[in-house]
Nanobody, 123 residues
Framework: QVRLVESGGGLVQAGGSLRLSCAAS????????MGWFRQAPGKEREFVAA????????WYAASVKGRFTISRDNDKNTVYLQMNSLKSEDTAIYYC????????????????WGQGTPVTVSS
């Protein structure tokens, strides 16, 4: 069992940057494919980015590609999401999740979730 705790969210102006962190405990993240999802008010949870077990492969939603970067440090048991050029439509609660298999973009593939960290982008 792995426990995930996100941090780094907050209020930022459009065009600004934030770096989210996801600290894992209980089990090493190197045994999980890791992903970030987000949920805006009144909308369904959506895929943002994912990273393979070793970090050699990454995947992004079209809406964030080129602006967001997912990375992982398995030695620190932590996954990151660097968010640049933020837009108002990026406003959401961001969730870190861990998967042991399945489609990286499908929330149902992830069996472990953090509590979420809010990101608000003001225009």
């Amino acid at each position: 069992q792995v426990r995930l705790v996100e941090s780094g969210g907050g209020l930022v102006q459009a065009g600004g940057s934030l770096r989210l962190s996801c600290a894992a405990s209980g089990r090493t993240v190197s045994t999980y494919l890791m992903g970030w999802f987000r949920q805006a008010p009144g909308k369904e949870r959506e895929f943002v980015a994912a990273i393979s077990y070793s970090g050699s492969s990454t995947w992004y939603a079209a809406s964030v590609k080129g602006r967001f970067t997912i990375s992982r440090d398995n030695d620190k048991n932590t996954v990151y999401l660097q968010m640049n050029s933020l837009k108002s439509e990026d406003t959401a609660i961001y969730y870190c999740a861990a998967s042991q298999g399945g489609s990286y973009y499908y929330y149902g593939s992830y069996g472990h979730w953090g509590q979420g960290t809010p990101v608000t982008v003001s225009s």
